[in-house]
């Protein structure tokens, strides 16, 4: 586990900017945290480097919200599963079929189970009482490469 200080809403972008450089089609990025937390900054951010022009919007009511070439890089699913009460719904959306020629970032990922996406990057958000942000990142086996230390 690896943890970041993350003092303000720009450097919550900024890290999501940097995972740019790590990530290839068919990884899946969790994002785990609160409401207000700081998820949708790091996907914007990183969906800002990918080539994303304008600000990405939450896809909270769509639940994927997918980009496409030349808006970015190489395909990405922005997934928020917030309003999923039943992990069996997670099926219908075909996420595990479409990863594999592009990249899942999931917002609110326990919806789907515990044991969903166990190759995942987990990024867990939190709230600090001063109103700044901690990041602890879970590198999983398949990163470990890639992850900088």
């Known amino acids: 586990m690896h943890m970041i200080l993350l003092p303000d809403p720009q450097a919550t972008e ?11 089609p068919g990884d899946v990025i969790t994002l785990v945290g609160t409401l207000g937390a700081g998820k949708t900054s790091v996907a914007r951010g990183l969906l800002a480097a990918l080539g994303l022009a304008g600000e990405a919007p939450s896809p909270s009511f769509a639940i994927v919200q997918p ?23 997670i099926e219908e959306l075909a996420l595990d079929d479409a990863r594999y020629d592009s990249l899942l970032l999931v917002e609110w990922p326990e919806r789907a189970g515990p044991d969903h996406w166990p190759d995942a990057l987990r990024l867990t958000l939190t709230i600090e009482p001063d109103g700044t942000r901690s990041l602890t990142v879970g590198v999983p086996e398949a990163w470990r490469s890639r992850w900088p230390t």
């Open 67 to 89: 980009y496409e070439p030349p808006e970015v890089r190489f395909p990405v699913l922005h997934v928020d599963l917030y309003r999923i009460d039943d992990p069996t719904e």
């Open 14 to 24: 900024a890290f999501g900017a940097m995972l740019a450089d790590l990530i290839r």
